[in-house]
Structure formats: C-alpha cells, structure tokens
C-alpha cells in the first residue's frame, strides 16, 4: 500500500468519523437471499492459508454454512498456488474457489481461462463498498474476476516493547537509524532483526519497501510492470541499501546461516515466542495473529509495530498485499461459489476474521469496532484511508514464474543474495534474466 505517511495519517481521523456515520448502515447483503438455501451442497475452497489464518478463516466459512446450509472444504496449497490449482484442474478435480495471493496469478488463470466473472451482486458491492483501485488489482482487462477479501499493510516492523525498552530504544524513523537503534539491541544482548529468509516472499517485502521509499512511487509502478529493467541503477542501489542489513551478523538472529533456515512463522517466533532470540521482526499486519494465537501475545502490549523507515530521504513507504477470491470455471459447484463470493463481499463477512486477528479488510462498510485491538483498528485505518493510491506488493504483480514460485525467481535471487550480499550488481543482472524470461512468457 503506497500513501504519502503524512496525508495518511491526516485523514485517518477523518476517515474513522466517516466510516463511524456510515459503518452501520445499509445492513449486510443476505448470502443468497437468507435462510438454508444452499442445503445438501458443498463447495471447495483452495488457498495458501495454514495454522492460524487457516483456523481463523474457517470460521468465515462456519459462519457461511450457518447462514446458507451449504458445507464447505479448505484445501490448503502452500506457497505453489499456480501449480497446485493447474495440476487439481487437469486432474478434473478443481476446487470451487481459490483464494489467489498474487495479482500476478490472478492474471495467468484469467489468461488460461480457468476463471469465471464474477456476479453483479459481488459487483455492486465491491462498487459501492471498496476503493476502485482493488477493483482493478481483481480485474483482466474490463471484466472482473478477483474480490479481494483479506489485505495486507506489508509496511510494519513488530518489535518487542520490553526489548527495546531493555536497550533504550525509541522506534526509529529512518532506515540507517533503525540499523543504528539495531545495533543497541544486539549489544544489550538480543539480536536485532529475525529475518525469515527460509521463505523467499519476505525478502522481496524487505527490498519493495526499500526500493518504494528510495526510488519512488513512479519507478516503483514502472519496475513493477517491467517497463524499468532491474539492471537500473535505483535497483543496484535499493539492493546496497538491503545488503546493509544482511551482511551484518550483529543484525540478524543466527546470521545468514540462521535467517536461511528461518520460516515466516519462525521468524515471528524469534521475537514474540518463549525463548526471544532477537527484538525486530519485518513483516506485514499478519504477524499479529500469529503473535497473539500462537504465542499469547497482547497485541499493542507485548508486541507492538512502528511503520517501516524512510529511506534516504524518501517518504515511508506503505506496501500492500492481499487474497483475492476468484471461482473457477470447472468447479462442480458454481452457484454456490458465487453465492460465497457475494458473502465474502458483505461487511458481515469480514467482521468474522476481524474479529479473531490476523486480519484486515478492504471493504468500507466494515466498523471498525469489529477488529479486536486497537492496533489492528489502526493499520485498517490507513489501509481504507489510502484509498486509490495503493500501492500493491511488486513481487505479487509478476508473472509467478517470477515473483511468485518457491526455489525460483526472485524468491530464489534475494536467497542467494541473503547468503552473500558481496555483489549488489551481479544480482541485479540476475534478476533481470529472470525477469525478461518471465515476463515474456
């Protein structure tokens, strides 16, 4: 999610007093026109969500059934979306509806015509209710086919408040300061950062936020659509400016070695489970659920988020990402998928994983109220605040061949560039290679 921070935090207040007048009225959209419609029916749902997010979400799918009579079955497929669903499809046993976590995958499926656009009624919702810049983000040319359900503010570095506050430490507004206040946690004993680099997503969240501050909005659009090649100078710079961090062993729990063999959760873990191992971790909104539900943290309490830094004079960068529900046309099942997606449109919907954490929700309408702490009531804020100047996560608009594929890509280049940040610029060819090959596909 991209905004200028200072516009951003302005309208929040505003936009918490208008979304108090509207968020109660107009009522949900009855799933189905009400009552047990959809009796005897089952549809499949596929998505990448595991542990918490998958236990959270299937109360959305509970409350689903409850509302329609229809049983539903999650599929989780890992990171692998695209391969998972394509081999599923040729199989002849498609799920009803995937949950699609790149706009970049999005597009390929449209393109293989593996979808089905959506109905009015999503529609109308989506029109009225959310921020038409993720109408576009769901949308092949002018037809619609992704409703984005649950977003992401990928602009958050959690911290432990009792780490820094062991190290004397206030959150930092600049990169180099958090590198700074970095050094200040690990000689007070804990690392500074825990760095997921088993999970080569994170990285590229790392390098986006980076690149989005210190090169800016436009070039940040055009690297994005390839229209910038990744051997531009801004991107051997943004790189350098990462390299920083990963070639500091002082910076990272267990150095490069330790952040290899580190995984999403893990890294969270680091910070906020029993045994800290550092003070930091980056990552989106999401890192929340998985503090509070796996570890019992009390979000704003014992874990806590400052925006991700400035860089080099640049504006805080705000990154977004997000789900989008999309049916499928060989689903068995279609008019009760459709029903689902009308459902996951309605406020109603996402006050269910609101609720529970982990969570936040493009959709206006949705109160505010619902999310449980108040740090989630915040990033949602910013997140409906932002509106059409949203800036969508860069590795989730490539081709997934290229920004969206375990042990290849881009996940894989910044993987080899964590191991040895020596040569900000062979890497950057690297990633070129890569990308031409993708995007020609």
């Given at each position: 999610?991209?905004?200028?921070?200072?516009?951003?935090?302005?309208?929040?207040?505003?936009?918490?007093?208008?979304?108090?007048?509207?968020?109660?009225?107009?009522?949900?959209?009855?799933?189905?026109?009400?009552?047990?419609?959809?009796?005897?029916?089952?549809?499949?749902?596929?998505?990448?969500?595991?542990?918490?997010?998958?236990?959270?979400?299937?109360?959305?799918?509970?409350?689903?059934?409850?509302?329609?009579?229809?049983?539903?079955?999650?599929?989780?497929?890992?990171?692998?979306?695209?391969?998972?669903?394509?081999?599923?499809?040729?199989?002849?046993?498609?799920?009803?509806v995937v949950m699609v976590p790149q706009v970049g995958?999005?597009?390929?499926?449209?393109?293989?015509?593996?979808?089905?656009?959506?109905?009015?009624?999503?529609?109308?919702?989506?029109d009225t209710n959310y921020a038409s810049v993720w109408?576009?983000?769901?949308?092949?040319?002018?037809?619609?086919?992704?409703?984005?359900?649950?977003?992401?503010?990928?602009?958050?570095?959690?911290?432990?408040?009792?780490?820094?506050?062991?190290?004397?430490?206030?959150?930092?507004?600049?990169?180099?300061?958090?590198?700074?206040?970095?050094?200040t946690v690990s000689d007070s004993g804990l690392a500074?950062?825990?760095?997921?680099?088993?999970?080569?997503?994170?990285?590229?969240?790392?390098?986006?936020?980076?690149?989005?501050?210190?090169?800016?909005?436009?070039?940040?659009?055009?690297?994005?659509?390839?229209?910038?090649?990744?051997?531009?100078?801004?991107?051997?710079?943004?790189?350098?400016?990462?390299?920083?961090?990963?070639?500091?062993?002082?910076?990272?729990?267990?150095?490069?070695?330790?952040?290899?063999?580190?995984?999403?959760?893990?890294?969270?873990?680091?910070?906020?489970?029993?045994?800290?191992?550092?003070?930091?971790?980056?990552?989106?909104?999401?890192?929340?659920?998985?503090?509070?539900?796996?570890?019992?943290?009390?979000?704003?309490?014992?874990?806590?988020?400052?925006?991700?830094?400035?860089?080099?004079?640049?504006?805080?960068?705000?990154?977004?990402?997000?789900?989008?529900?999309?049916?499928?046309?060989?689903?068995?099942?279609?008019?009760?998928?459709?029903?689902?997606?009308?459902?996951?449109?309605?406020?109603?919907?996402?006050?269910?994983?609101?609720?529970?954490?982990?969570?936040?929700?493009?959709?206006?309408?949705?109160?505010?109220?619902?999310?449980?702490?108040?740090?989630?009531?915040?990033?949602?804020?910013?997140?409906?605040?932002?509106?059409?100047?949203?800036?969508?996560?860069?590795?989730?608009?490539?081709?997934?061949?290229?920004?969206?594929?375990?042990?290849?890509?881009?996940?894989?280049?910044?993987?080899?560039?964590?191991?040895?940040?020596?040569?900000?610029?062979?890497?950057?060819?690297?990633?070129?290679?890569?990308?031409?090959?993708?995007?020609?596909?």
């Amino acid at each position: 999610m991209m905004r200028r921070r200072t516009t951003l935090l302005a309208s929040c207040t505003a936009l918490a007093l208008a979304l108090g007048a509207t968020a109660c009225g107009g009522g949900p959209v009855a799933a189905g026109g009400g009552g047990k419609s959809l009796s005897g029916q089952t549809i499949t749902v596929a998505g990448v969500w595991s542990g918490s997010e998958q236990k959270n979400f299937q109360k959305v799918l509970d409350a689903f059934t409850a509302k329609t009579g229809a049983k539903t079955q999650f599929v989780s497929t890992g990171d692998n979306v695209s391969t998972v669903v394509g081999s599923k499809i040729e199989g002849g046993n498609a799920p009803d509806v995937v949950m699609v976590p790149q706009v970049g995958v999005l597009q390929q499926f449209a393109k293989e015509g593996w979808l089905k656009p959506l109905s009015k009624t999503t529609e109308q919702s989506v029109d009225t209710n959310y921020a038409s810049v993720w109408k576009k983000y769901g949308s092949v040319g002018d037809t619609f086919y992704g409703l984005y359900f649950k977003a992401a503010h990928k602009s958050t570095v959690w911290y432990s408040p009792d780490a820094l506050d062991q190290a004397g430490v206030k959150p930092p507004t600049t990169y180099d300061a958090m590198l700074k206040a970095g050094h200040t946690v690990s000689d007070s004993g804990l690392a500074a950062f825990s760095v997921a680099g088993q999970d080569g997503w994170t990285l590229t969240d790392w390098f986006e936020n980076i690149y989005l501050s210190q090169a800016g909005p436009e070039k940040y659009d055009a690297l994005a659509a390839h229209r910038l090649k990744w051997t531009d100078p801004t991107v051997v710079e943004a790189l350098t400016t990462l390299g920083k961090l990963f070639k500091d062993k002082q910076l990272m729990a267990g150095g490069q070695k330790g952040a290899l063999n580190t995984d999403f959760p893990g890294s969270v873990e680091k910070v906020f489970g029993p045994k800290p191992e550092a003070g930091m971790v980056y990552e989106g909104d999401f890192v929340a659920g998985v503090a509070k539900d796996q570890f019992g943290k009390m979000i704003g309490q014992d874990a806590n988020f400052f925006p991700f830094p400035a860089v080099d004079g640049g504006k805080a960068p705000v990154v977004s990402g997000g789900d989008a529900a999309v049916v499928l046309k060989d689903g068995k099942n279609q008019k009760a998928a459709m029903t689902f997606l009308e459902y996951l449109a309605t406020p109603e919907a996402a006050a269910v994983w609101a609720g529970a954490g982990g969570f936040l929700s493009p959709n206006k309408k949705l109160d505010l109220a619902s999310y449980s702490d108040d740090i989630a009531r915040e990033t949602a804020k910013s997140l409906v605040a932002a509106g059409d100047s949203v800036r969508f996560d860069m590795s989730d608009q490539a081709p997934a061949a290229f920004g969206g594929t375990k042990g290849a890509g881009e996940w894989k280049i910044l993987q080899d560039f964590l191991r040895d940040p020596s040569d900000p610029k062979a890497t950057a060819a690297e990633l070129e290679k890569a990308a031409a090959k993708a995007y020609q596909g």
